[in-house]
């Protein structure tokens, strides 16, 4: 049988023997028939809230947040469906603010790839998480760190949030506050939100928010970011508009969590020896940072001991240079990685992402497929290289023996597998 793994901007064929086999991908939603109709709709009817046209005046300076390269959202096409609601608002008083969180700043060709000719309309801002001048303390977490967010952003008279939603590794789902913290947010805050108390919570995981604690963080602190109007989609594995989510950002964020759910999140009645996953393929394979996410997608139905393959073009490499980087080439085991997160040795940037890819290592023998990472570099973060994610398959089939098998999360991420204990079996 073969699959399709999403795979750079190509993707990548497996064969895998069907009578071994399970293939667990997203429901399949099918695209909108008319986007821009259903943007208009959801913004001239939104949820919770008066439509955006109402909210926002002439005189009005408005921030739009969206997303940096690492999510495939349309972010063009929402960005011009919320500015045809607002014919009254001069372009010279509208800003672009691009959510890196902890993420490098985009190239001028990055930009344009995300927001087309939009980027020569509008003032685009990228903030560095570390300028701690470009940035204003509006509170305190319980755990006594400040919340700060972009100064530029807060001084807007009207703050719309845009963003994707899908299940997410630590936040439960992405989308809603996460577009202001850790998007628009300065390092501190970030570092005490992804602390790890908060990512080793049980509950800090694909499909929970409320009685997550790192998620209940980034919603008390955006709300003092003030948000006026939330803007989510969600998008199917062709990069299609399925859903459209707007209004009062917590109103509109909860209906879009049960889609979410609702479509994205599978139940599973076994554990796998093998599980192969990938991390959604392109712009979301550019690093081996990102693909953490794909790993820690099938981490909750692979066997203690197992094997995990994980395909991940990374051309984006570690990223080279990055704090990332740096904790890899430092330890040699994971346990090693985890230690230093908790005594503080490795504190700062990046530490969420080391701390759940040990984890991951620590349970498995992760194998890795890439076109841009070196086999040194794959050694060096304490993974195995593949050359060929088929002939690593039927090696590893060979290895645990005739009654094993193998799961695929084509999709990685966009699908979350987890186990029901209603339901019965292991592998």
Request: proline content about 7%; some cysteine; hydrophobic content about 40%.
């Amino acid at each position: 049988m073969k699959v399709h793994l999403a795979y750079g901007k190509t993707g990548l064929d497996l064969e895998v023997p069907a009578q071994r086999a399970t293939v667990i991908e997203p429901r399949f939603q099918p695209a909108l028939p008319d986007p821009q109709g259903a943007l208009h709709q959801a913004l001239a009817r939104p949820i919770g809230s008066r439509p955006l046209r109402e909210l926002v005046g002439a005189r009005d300076t408005v921030g739009i947040v969206v997303s940096d390269l690492t999510r495939p959202m349309p972010t063009a096409d929402v960005v011009r469906a919320i500015m045809r609601e607002l014919p009254r608002v001069q372009d010279r008083n509208v800003t672009i603010f691009i959510g890196l969180g902890t993420h490098r700043k985009m190239t001028g060709k990055e930009v344009e790839g995300v927001l087309g000719d939009l980027g020569g309309r509008f003032a685009v801002s990228q903030t560095d998480c570390a300028d701690n001048g470009a940035f204003r303390t509006v509170g305190h977490a319980r755990a006594g760190h400040p919340i700060r967010f972009v100064s530029a952003f807060l001084d807007c008279s009207v703050r719309i949030v845009t963003g994707l939603m899908e299940p997410h590794l630590f936040a439960g789902v992405s989308g809603g506050p996460k577009g202001i913290l850790p998007g628009l947010a300065g390092m501190e805050t970030i570092v005490g939100n992804h602390s790890p108390a908060h990512l080793l919570h049980p509950r800090a995981s694909y499909g929970f928010t409320h009685g997550n604690p790192l998620w209940e963080e980034i919603h008390a602190a955006a709300l003092l970011a003030k948000p006026t109007f939330l803007v989510n989609v969600t998008v199917n594995k062709n990069r299609e508009i399925t859903a459209v989510f707007a209004g009062e950002m917590d109103a509109a964020f909860e209906r879009g969590s049960q889609y979410v759910r609702d479509t994205a999140m599978v139940a599973v009645p076994r554990q796998y020896a093998i599980v192969v996953t990938t991390n959604s393929g392109y712009p979301l394979d550019l690093n081996l940072y990102q693909a953490v996410k794909g790993m820690t997608a099938a981490a909750p139905i692979l066997k203690p001991g197992g094997a995990m393959i994980v395909a991940a073009e990374c051309w984006d490499g570690i990223p080279y240079g990055s704090r990332m980087e740096s904790i890899l080439r430092q330890v040699k085991t994971p346990q090693e990685i985890i230690s230093g997160v908790e005594d503080g040795r490795f504190a700062g940037m990046d530490q969420w992402q080391a701390l759940l890819y040990a984890q991951i290592l620590q349970k498995a023998t992760v194998f890795l497929k890439t076109s841009h990472l070196s086999a040194d570099d794959v050694r060096a973060c304490l993974a195995v290289p593949c050359a060929d994610v088929s002939v690593s398959l039927r090696m590893l089939l060979d290895r645990y023996g005739p009654r094993s098998a193998v799961c695929v999360l084509p999709e990685g991420p966009q699908t979350a597998p987890y186990m029901d204990p209603d339901m019965q079996g292991e592998d």
